[in-house]
Nanobody, 124 residues
Framework: AQLQASGGGLVQAGGSLRLSCAAS????????MGWFRQAPGKERMFVAG????????YYADSVKGRFTISRDNAKSTVYLQMDSLKPEDTAVYYC??????????????????WGRGTLVTVSS
C-alpha cells in the first residue's frame, strides 16, 4: 500500500490540526492503521492505532484525551484529529499500515507500509 500523509503545519499551543493519510489500495479496509511521530534527534514513537473496522482505537499516554484517530474505509483514509496541542507534540507524523492481527501494534517493527510523513510544529 502507498500511503500519503497530509495536514501538517504550524499552530500555536492549544490549537488543533487534523492529519489525513490516504491509501492507494482497494484493500485499505483490511489494514490495521497507526500514526507515529518522530521529533528531531529522537526515535519514532507510537501515537495512535485503529483496527481495520474502526471499532478499536488506542493511544499513547502522552496524547490520550487530546488526539482522536478515525478512518473512512470508503475513502481509504485514516485521520488524526489533534486538539490542545503542546510544543512537545512538534514532530514529523507518519501513518503506517499492517496486516498483523496479533501483537501490540505499538512498535515500528510491526508495520509493513509507511507514508512519507508530515511536519507538525507547535509554537509556545
Amino acid at each position: 500500500a502507498q500511503l500519503q500523509a497530509s495536514g501538517g503545519g504550524l499552530v500555536q499551543a492549544g490549537g488543533s490540526l487534523r492529519l489525513s493519510c490516504a491509501a492507494s489500495r482497494r484493500t485499505f479496509s483490511s489494514y490495521h492503521m497507526g500514526w507515529f511521530r518522530q521529533a528531531p534527534g529522537k526515535e519514532r514513537m507510537f501515537v495512535a492505532g485503529i483496527s481495520w473496522s474502526g471499532g478499536t482505537t488506542y493511544y499513547a499516554d502522552s496524547v490520550k484525551g487530546r488526539f482522536t484517530i478515525s478512518r473512512d474505509n470508503a475513502k481509504s483514509t485514516v485521520y488524526l484529529q489533534m486538539d490542545s496541542l503542546k510544543p512537545e507534540d512538534t514532530a514529523v507524523y507518519y501513518c503506517a499500515a499492517t496486516h498483523r492481527t496479533y501483537g501490540s501494534r505499538r512498535s515500528v517493527d510491526e508495520y509493513d507500509y509507511w507514508g512519507r510523513g508530515t511536519l507538525v510544529t507547535v509554537s509556545s
